[in-house]
């Protein structure tokens, strides 16, 4: 054998590799400064030259924006004046009033002060109408807009001027700005006698701090099960919900791993501190709203089989994002892996073009789902998202209680209640009357509120359909019988449909009187998803069975 001609050939590949390295790492810095070069005269020759003035700050931010769109939906630039909202997003702190705040029939309205801050200390409450802050209007103005002459520095004075419903004369109020810390555990306690709740709401920072105190303090009332409601968390820190997993899983256990196109961004993550229980039975609940770090702690649950995951599919977000300082104290957060649970399977969906409108996990085809195994062997499926070992769909709101919604009457009648009933109930024991229901019917009819069914849309188009097609004159008669079935009726209506209704109004008026921890606490009166995770945490025999190898498990129950 001829060792030198080997290593010759061998050399020779490997000069002819970096040499067409090197060419494409020279080919794509020219694309790349080429581009640059045309952007750049493109931008020049349409500022000049545009038939009428243009904004340079709005059209380089417009095409920032959909540039990284294009991309994903998480690669985001962070401008310098949206560096507040950043940080309140990573922290959960800000200075300000402590409201939340929405736009309802073209007014800035106070959706809720936060208990135990500024606004409601100062006396501000759900549903009045901020007509100026400081002195400015907010007529014209975006809730952004007001919520930024809301927020400043704290220990200082904000002029709010208000006009309160049912009051002839707005009012003025001298709110002290304070530093508003949300809390990331809004709510904990027991529901029976020997299961644990905690809701978190988000991955902020130190909110395993958060989680660690409440189950320490709720260890106190030995509790046989847990349940950790993570509805509705869209996510956050990465490190906290590794450290909130590591609470309940032996130490050393691998928890998440990260995989990017550069080598430094490939990390695993596991279990570095002693955990707190490792046998207690826990249930993790999920909906469409569970994304990214929820998704971890969950997805590592169940590939741990350490618990079960109850409710519905979650979001499927399994993209890192980390941050990049820019010129003039701006960011760009940029996705830089993937997420990788215990059991090997990705978090993200496979592709964005098979997205629900609120952008969670849609339909992915069967071709594209892998199977891989639990630490127990179960089967378990990536293709985006986490699904429940317990599959429960939540119920969809007719159109009657949406139309309440987005038409504010629920929250206007909670409003008006509210003035003119000192107290009600503990949360738990407060329900909705027939006599409160027959005012809130009252009130709905005095609104003059209508609303369509969405029965009689589709059949509307359907006829519609139909007139094209040359049918419509054959079952005419048929058509119209149909039609007059389903027209809306209101009195009918609000009695098919008056448990569903009883629940929303509820928790609107509870949330008047004691706030969203008493809102949470009144929900999980009759949450069925609750209800559901406590019957199966009750037995261990029952539990134990769940993670049983081999076995694949998607029930859905009623």
């Excluded at 073009?353 to 969670?360: F, L, P, Q």
């Excluded at 038409?407 to 407060?430: C, G, H, M, R």
Aim: one cysteine or more; aromatic letters at 10%.
């Amino acid at each position: 054998m001829n060792w030198k001609k080997i290593w010759i050939g061998t050399l020779i590949v490997i000069i002819a590799g970096l040499g067409f390295y090197s060419f494409n790492r020279d080919q794509r810095n020219f694309e790349i400064a080429k581009n640059l070069e045309i952007y750049y005269s493109l931008f020049r020759e349409l500022n000049m030259f545009y038939v009428e003035d243009v904004n340079p700050n709005k059209l380089v931010k417009t095409s920032i924006e959909e540039m990284l769109e294009s991309l994903d939906p998480y690669t985001n630039f962070i401008s310098e004046d949206q560096m507040e909202d950043f940080r309140f997003m990573t922290t959960g702190e800000y200075a300000g009033i402590g409201a939340l705040i929405g736009q309802q029939k073209g007014k800035i309205v106070i959706s809720e002060p936060y208990e135990g801050f500024p606004a409601q200390k100062f006396g501000l409450k759900a549903g009045d109408i901020i007509l100026e802050v400081e002195g400015k209007s907010t007529e014209n103005m975006t809730t952004e807009d007001v919520s930024n002459l809301l927020k400043g520095p704290a220990k200082k004075v904000v002029k709010v001027k208000v006009q309160r419903p049912g009051e002839k004369k707005p009012f003025e109020v001298d709110v002290v700005r304070e530093k508003i810390s949300i809390d990331a555990v809004p709510y904990y306690g027991m529901v029976e006698n020997n299961t644990a709740y905690i809701r978190l709401s988000s991955f902020t920072a130190n909110s395993s701090e958060d989680v660690k105190k409440a189950f320490l303090e709720l260890k106190q009332n030995n509790p046989e099960a847990l349940i950790l409601d993570l509805r509705g968390n869209g996510g956050g820190l990465l490190q906290e919900s590794v450290k909130i997993v590591n609470l309940f899983v032996p130490k050393g256990s691998e928890i998440v791993s990260t995989k990017g196109k550069v080598k430094q961004w490939d990390k695993t993550y596991t279990a570095t501190s002693t955990p707190i229980d490792t046998a207690i039975r826990i249930a993790v609940l999920t909906n469409r709203g569970s994304a990214s770090a929820s998704e971890i702690v969950a997805g590592a649950i169940q590939d741990l089989d350490r618990g079960l995951v109850v409710g519905s599919r979650t979001f499927g977000k399994g993209l890192v994002q980390t941050t990049r300082d820019l010129a003039y104290n701006s960011k760009l957060k940029v996705t830089t892996a993937k997420y990788y649970i215990p059991s090997g399977r990705c978090i993200q969906a496979v592709d964005y073009s098979h997205r629900n409108e609120d952008g969670s996990v849609g339909h992915v085809p069967d071709s594209l789902i892998s199977e891989f195994t639990t630490k127990k062997g179960r089967k378990v499926y990536d293709g985006g998202g986490i699904v429940p070992d317990i599959v429960l769909e939540p119920e969809q709101l007719s159109n009657l209680s949406i139309g309440l919604i987005t038409n504010f009457l629920l929250f206007d009648f909670a409003t008006k209640f509210a003035y003119q009933t000192e107290s009600i109930a503990q949360p738990e024991k407060f329900e909705i009357t027939d006599e409160i229901f027959s005012q809130f019917s009252a009130f709905v009819k005095e609104n003059n509120f209508e609303y369509e069914s969405q029965s009689k849309q589709m059949l509307e188009d359907l006829i519609e359909q139909a007139k094209e097609e040359k049918y419509y004159e054959l079952a005419s008669e048929e058509f119209e019988v149909i039609k007059a079935k389903l027209e809306p009726q209101l009195d009918k209506d609000i009695t098919v449909f008056s448990n569903e209704i009883k629940s929303l109004l509820k928790n609107e008026i509870v949330s008047r009187f004691y706030y969203q921890k008493g809102a949470i606490r009144a929900s999980i009166v009759d949450d069925e998803v609750i209800l559901n995770a406590i019957d199966e945490l009750k037995s261990p025999m029952s539990y134990t069975s769940y993670f049983e190898p081999g076995i694949i498990i998607t029930m859905k129950r009623p």
